[in-house]
Nanobody, 115 residues
Framework: QVQLVESGGGLVQPGGSLRLSCAAS????????LRWYRQAPGKEREFVAT???????NYADSVKGRFTISRDNAKNTVYLQMNSLKPEDTAVYYC?????????WGQGTQVTVSS
């Protein structure tokens, strides 16, 4: 019964900030790698950021320096802090966690960056 539930999406102006959250259940959160992906209309789903159980992070070049992934193991939640947002960041953002050989996905949360 693995569940990942994203929240925090919405409409934001260019240059603005937004923080996404993903609450997980059904996994041992503290030992899992966690990732964020996004998918814009008509485009393939792309990797955004990842954080290991030890807190090591990696980012797509397109978001490096603007986005920060973090985790709160006590809350079973992974976050994506998005700053200096651009219209090209508009997409549905998905939380992802590998667990027992399977990649699990949340339902996604819409982020729209527009004036």
């Amino acid at each position: 019964q693995v569940q990942l539930v994203e929240s925090g999406g919405g409409l934001v102006q260019p240059g603005g900030s937004l923080r996404l959250s993903c609450a997980a259940s059904g996994i041992i959160f503290s030992i899992t790698t966690l990732r964020w992906y996004r998918q814009a209309p008509g485009k393939e789903r792309e990797f955004v950021a990842t954080i290991s159980s030890g807190g090591n992070t990696n980012y797509a070049d397109s978001v490096k320096g603007r986005f920060t992934i973090s985790r709160d193991n006590a809350k079973n939640t992974v976050y994506l802090q998005m700053n200096s947002l651009k219209p090209e960041d508009t997409a549905v953002y998905y939380c992802n966690a590998p667990w027992v050989s399977t990649n699990y996905w949340g339902q996604g949360t819409q982020v729209t960056v527009s004036s």
